[in-house]
């Protein structure tokens, strides 16, 4: 699994890509909070449209993300999910903690 980021007037843009499983999520999560404390965002965007496969390591991600920020009075959000990221996030419920939106085409 690759994390890629980009860091625009105080947007901070995480694109996961490949698969992330409880094998990468560890090695991901510190990777993407090194980047959160290198650029202190006002806001944090989970890409998540080149993620083919997630398990619920995904989920403990993505409220980790969203725990960071709410500590420092930002936002944070999951855009571009796919189907089966979908069917994991879904049925965890965390929609009700973060804001999730899915691609249409994907």
Request: hydrophobic fraction near 35%; proline fraction near 3%; charged fraction near 30%.
């Given at each position: 699994m690759k994390v890629l980021s980009s860091y625009q007037e105080g947007r901070l843009t995480l694109y996961l890509?490949?698969?992330l499983d409880h094998h990468e999520a560890a090695a991901a999560l510190g990777k993407i909070?090194?980047?959160m404390d290198d650029?202190?965002?006002?806001?944090?965007?989970v890409d998540m449209e080149g993620l083919t496969f997630m398990d619920?390591?995904?989920?403990?991600l993505?409220?980790?993300?969203a725990r960071l920020m709410a500590e420092t009075g930002g936002?944070?959000?999951v855009e571009n999910v796919r189907n089966q990221p979908l069917k994991v996030i879904d049925a965890s419920g965390i929609d009700r903690v973060i804001n999730?939106?899915?691609?249409a085409s994907l």
């Open positions: 890509k490949g698969e909070s090194r980047t650029y202190l965002p006002r806001d944090c965007v619920s390591s995904g989920i403990a993505i409220l980790k993300i936002r944070a959000w999730v939106s899915t691609k």
